[in-house]
Protein backbone atom coordinates (compact mmCIF):
# COMPACT_ATOMS: atom_id res chain seq x y z
CA UNK A 1 0.00 0.00 0.00
CA UNK A 2 2.64 1.90 1.01
CA UNK A 3 4.13 1.43 -1.96
CA UNK A 4 1.17 2.37 -4.19
CA UNK A 5 0.52 5.50 -2.82
CA UNK A 6 4.50 6.68 -3.48
CA UNK A 7 3.78 5.64 -6.76
CA UNK A 8 0.50 7.34 -7.27
CA UNK A 9 2.10 10.81 -5.21
CA UNK A 10 4.48 10.70 -7.76
CA UNK A 11 2.28 10.38 -11.12
CA UNK A 12 -0.34 13.11 -9.57
CA UNK A 13 2.89 15.78 -9.51
CA UNK A 14 3.97 14.55 -12.88
CA UNK A 15 0.03 15.65 -14.57
CA UNK A 16 0.21 17.94 -17.06
CA UNK A 17 -2.26 20.79 -17.37
CA UNK A 18 -5.24 20.18 -16.99
CA UNK A 19 -7.30 21.61 -20.29
CA UNK A 20 -5.07 18.89 -21.64
CA UNK A 21 -7.42 16.49 -22.10
CA UNK A 22 -6.12 14.65 -25.19
CA UNK A 23 -3.35 13.49 -22.55
CA UNK A 24 -6.21 12.52 -20.32
CA UNK A 25 -7.75 9.79 -22.81
CA UNK A 26 -4.18 8.28 -24.30
CA UNK A 27 -2.52 5.26 -22.28
CA UNK A 28 0.23 6.67 -20.16
CA UNK A 29 3.74 5.93 -21.98
CA UNK A 30 6.49 4.48 -20.94
CA UNK A 31 9.75 2.24 -22.44
CA UNK A 32 7.87 0.04 -24.52
CA UNK A 33 6.66 3.16 -26.72
CA UNK A 34 9.97 4.89 -27.55
CA UNK A 35 9.77 3.16 -31.26
CA UNK A 36 6.67 5.85 -31.65
CA UNK A 37 8.99 8.71 -29.95
CA UNK A 38 11.50 7.71 -32.57
CA UNK A 39 9.34 8.07 -35.55
CA UNK A 40 8.29 11.12 -34.65
CA UNK A 41 12.09 12.42 -33.71
CA UNK A 42 12.26 11.61 -37.26
CA UNK A 43 9.88 13.26 -38.39
CA UNK A 44 11.92 16.59 -36.89
CA UNK A 45 14.95 16.14 -38.82
CA UNK A 46 16.32 14.14 -36.02
CA UNK A 47 17.71 10.18 -37.51
CA UNK A 48 18.13 8.50 -33.82
CA UNK A 49 18.55 4.71 -33.03
CA UNK A 50 17.46 2.94 -29.83
CA UNK A 51 20.18 -0.06 -28.11
CA UNK A 52 19.04 -1.57 -25.17
CA UNK A 53 22.01 -3.40 -23.13
CA UNK A 54 20.82 -6.25 -20.27
CA UNK A 55 17.86 -7.75 -19.85
CA UNK A 56 14.65 -5.78 -20.60
CA UNK A 57 12.77 -6.08 -17.31
CA UNK A 58 9.55 -4.34 -16.02
CA UNK A 59 9.17 -0.99 -13.97
CA UNK A 60 6.81 0.07 -12.11
CA UNK A 61 4.76 2.20 -13.99
CA UNK A 62 5.64 5.80 -12.16
CA UNK A 63 9.49 4.90 -12.80
CA UNK A 64 8.50 3.50 -16.91
CA UNK A 65 6.91 6.92 -17.30
CA UNK A 66 9.67 9.29 -15.30
CA UNK A 67 12.21 7.30 -17.98
CA UNK A 68 10.10 7.64 -20.86
CA UNK A 69 9.59 11.56 -20.17
CA UNK A 70 13.63 11.44 -19.99
CA UNK A 71 14.20 10.28 -22.82
CA UNK A 72 11.15 12.97 -24.78
CA UNK A 73 12.74 15.87 -22.85
CA UNK A 74 16.04 14.88 -24.19
CA UNK A 75 14.87 14.37 -27.39
CA UNK A 76 13.12 17.49 -27.41
CA UNK A 77 15.80 19.45 -26.47
CA UNK A 78 17.88 18.00 -29.66
CA UNK A 79 15.40 19.01 -32.35
CA UNK A 80 15.56 22.38 -30.92
CA UNK A 81 18.71 22.95 -30.31
CA UNK A 82 21.12 20.48 -33.00
CA UNK A 83 18.71 20.70 -35.60
CA UNK A 84 19.52 18.00 -37.97
CA UNK A 85 21.82 15.50 -36.68
CA UNK A 86 22.15 11.88 -35.50
CA UNK A 87 20.81 11.01 -31.83
CA UNK A 88 21.51 7.63 -30.10
CA UNK A 89 19.71 6.36 -26.86
CA UNK A 90 21.06 3.97 -25.31
CA UNK A 91 19.02 2.04 -22.09
CA UNK A 92 20.49 -0.44 -19.92
CA UNK A 93 19.57 -2.56 -17.45
CA UNK A 94 22.22 -3.23 -14.94
CA UNK A 95 22.06 -4.85 -11.70
CA UNK A 96 20.60 -2.34 -9.18
CA UNK A 97 19.89 0.41 -11.82
CA UNK A 98 18.47 1.73 -14.96
CA UNK A 99 20.41 4.06 -17.18
CA UNK A 100 19.37 6.20 -19.53
CA UNK A 101 21.83 7.55 -22.17
CA UNK A 102 20.74 10.48 -24.81
CA UNK A 103 23.76 11.86 -27.03
CA UNK A 104 23.56 13.91 -30.14
CA UNK A 105 26.44 14.38 -32.58
CA UNK A 106 25.43 18.06 -32.68
CA UNK A 107 24.32 20.67 -35.57
CA UNK A 108 25.24 18.61 -38.82
CA UNK A 109 27.10 21.04 -41.86
CA UNK A 110 27.17 23.82 -38.99
CA UNK A 111 30.11 24.61 -36.93
CA UNK A 112 29.26 23.17 -33.18
CA UNK A 113 26.89 25.93 -31.44
CA UNK A 114 28.10 26.80 -28.28
CA UNK A 115 25.96 25.56 -25.25
CA UNK A 116 23.72 28.30 -23.90
CA UNK A 117 21.73 26.76 -20.78
CA UNK A 118 20.64 29.92 -19.17
CA UNK A 119 19.44 28.37 -15.93
CA UNK A 120 19.63 24.89 -16.93
CA UNK A 121 16.46 25.30 -18.91
CA UNK A 122 13.05 23.73 -17.19
CA UNK A 123 13.51 20.47 -19.77
CA UNK A 124 16.82 20.14 -17.88
CA UNK A 125 15.38 20.80 -14.31
CA UNK A 126 12.55 17.96 -15.15
CA UNK A 127 14.67 15.93 -16.06
CA UNK A 128 16.86 16.11 -13.31
CA UNK A 129 13.50 16.38 -10.81
CA UNK A 130 12.16 13.02 -12.12
CA UNK A 131 15.12 10.85 -11.73
CA UNK A 132 15.64 12.59 -8.35
CA UNK A 133 11.74 11.25 -7.94
CA UNK A 134 13.72 7.69 -7.68
CA UNK A 135 16.81 8.49 -5.79
CA UNK A 136 18.28 8.99 -9.39
CA UNK A 137 21.13 11.40 -10.77
CA UNK A 138 20.83 12.83 -13.95
CA UNK A 139 24.08 14.59 -15.93
CA UNK A 140 23.79 16.78 -19.05
CA UNK A 141 26.24 18.72 -20.94
CA UNK A 142 28.86 18.92 -24.25
CA UNK A 143 30.22 15.84 -25.24
CA UNK A 144 32.43 14.98 -28.44
CA UNK A 145 30.67 17.62 -30.74
CA UNK A 146 27.12 17.31 -29.38
CA UNK A 147 25.37 16.79 -25.90
CA UNK A 148 24.75 14.30 -23.93
CA UNK A 149 22.32 13.43 -20.93
CA UNK A 150 22.66 10.57 -18.98
CA UNK A 151 20.29 9.35 -16.12
CA UNK A 152 20.86 6.77 -13.76
CA UNK A 153 18.09 5.47 -11.60
CA UNK A 154 18.33 3.23 -8.62
CA UNK A 155 16.75 -0.48 -9.47
CA UNK A 156 16.59 -2.50 -6.54
CA UNK A 157 12.96 -1.99 -6.42
CA UNK A 158 12.34 -2.76 -9.95
CA UNK A 159 13.46 -6.24 -10.02
CA UNK A 160 10.62 -8.84 -11.71
CA UNK A 161 9.99 -11.12 -8.66
CA UNK A 162 9.14 -7.84 -6.82
CA UNK A 163 6.71 -5.97 -9.25
CA UNK A 164 4.85 -9.60 -9.84
CA UNK A 165 4.20 -10.18 -6.02
CA UNK A 166 2.95 -6.30 -5.92
CA UNK A 167 0.93 -7.08 -8.97
CA UNK A 168 -2.49 -8.21 -8.40
CA UNK A 169 -2.67 -11.93 -9.61
CA UNK A 170 0.86 -11.91 -9.34
CA UNK A 171 3.24 -14.37 -7.47
CA UNK A 172 2.20 -14.52 -3.27
Known amino acids: TRRALHE ?9 DPGERSAELSPVPGLADLDRLIADTAVAGVAAEVDVEGEVRPLPPAADLSA ?7 LTN ?3 HAGP ?11 GQLTIEVTDD ?5 APRPV ?8 LIGMRERAALFGGTLEAGPCAGGFRV ?6 EEFSSAEFDRDRPGGNR
Not at 85 to 95: D, N
Not at 106 to 110: E, V
Open 106 to 110: GPRGQ
Open 68 to 74: YRIVQEA
Open 85 to 95: THARVLIGYQA
Open 116 to 123: VRAGGGHG
Open 8 to 16: MRLLVGMLR
Open 150 to 155: RASLPA
Open 78 to 80: VVR
